[in-house]
């Protein structure tokens, strides 16, 4: 394998300047990034370098899930080539950016993914009660097409971070710290791929927290299903199943030192009994 194939490539949800990017560049500092698609699996070609990490964007102080990455988490190979081995929160404060020139009661559309949009409710409804919210497909998404759409854009506005007035030509920031809570955080994942596509393996023998996939028909029981597999469960999440009558269930579960005590092979068989996927675990 040519020298390329060692460069490892982080990937999150772009343009440059989302919250993904920001949070990536801080926790991580790896040289190279690239764009998310979810869709994407882990590939090891010849000459090719190699994704082998995502950050993804899992829930919200005051939003709560991030759908997009909750559907992501139900694709068949995450779980057997690509894992959740870790996670991170980052604060978030959001801004207004408008075109150059654009005043406040200008602003007709405002722009940005949902999860910002919802975010800033609060002070949308106080200062633009009258505005049409847009959701694109992320923050910086919503600040690049306005810089991208010249004087057409006069009357619109992006929710993002400071970072895309710096990165996107002829914006600025009309009001910062829009966010409806101060403390406003985001919790992300990262995603870590197997290139060798062997199954899930603890990469340390001690993890405190684990997320598992259930799948349940109607009318049965995800907390007896659950139970059955011994670990404190700190949530459950339900995704509508997009195959079957039934539901996607992600539980959440701490392993309170028992993950010492008993092996790997011990923990994927109680999970399994109950037609659930381990995705990963961490410290």
């Not at 197997?194 to 899930?200: I, R």
């Not at 459950?236 to 539901?247: F, N, T, Y």
Request: charged share 25%; net charge negative; aromatic share 8%.
């Amino acid at each position: 394998m040519s020298a390329n194939a060692s460069i490892v490539i982080v990937a999150y949800l772009g343009p440059e300047g989302t919250y993904s990017h920001q949070a990536c560049i801080f926790l991580i500092l790896i040289q190279t990034f690239a764009t998310l698609d979810p869709n994407t699996q882990c590939r090891d070609n010849e000459g090719a370098a190699v994704t082998r990490f995502a950050f993804l964007p899992w829930e919200n102080l005051i939003y709560g899930q991030v759908i997009d990455t909750y559907d992501a988490l139900r694709q068949a190979h995450i779980g057997k080539s690509t894992f959740v081995t870790g996670e991170y929160t980052f604060a978030v404060e959001h801004c207004l950016l408008v075109r150059k020139g654009t005043k406040l009661k200008d602003v007709r559309r405002i722009l940005s993914h949902e999860q910002a949009l919802g975010q800033c409710k609060v002070w949308l409804s106080k200062h633009i009660p009258e505005g049409q919210l847009v959701a694109v497909a992320s923050t910086a998404a919503a600040a690049k097409t306005i810089s991208e759409s010249g004087e057409e854009a006069s009357t619109d506005a992006a929710i993002c971070s400071k970072i895309c007035a710096e990165l996107y030509e002829g914006l600025e920031v009309l009001q910062e710290g829009i966010q409806d809570d101060n403390n406003n955080k985001t919790r992300f994942i990262v995603l870590g791929c197997n290139v060798d596509g062997a199954e899930w393996k603890v990469a340390e023998k001690r993890w405190t927290t684990g997320l598992i996939r259930v799948s349940v028909r109607r009318g049965s029981s995800v907390e007896k299903a659950v139970g059955e597999i011994g670990l404190k469960v700190v949530r459950i999440d339900r995704r509508p199943s997009l195959w079957v009558e039934g539901d996607d269930y992600f539980v959440e579960v701490e392993s309170e030192g028992e993950s010492e005590v008993k092996s790997q092979e011990y923990w994927k068989r109680r999970v399994e009994a109950i037609g659930g996927v381990i995705l990963g675990t961490w410290l």
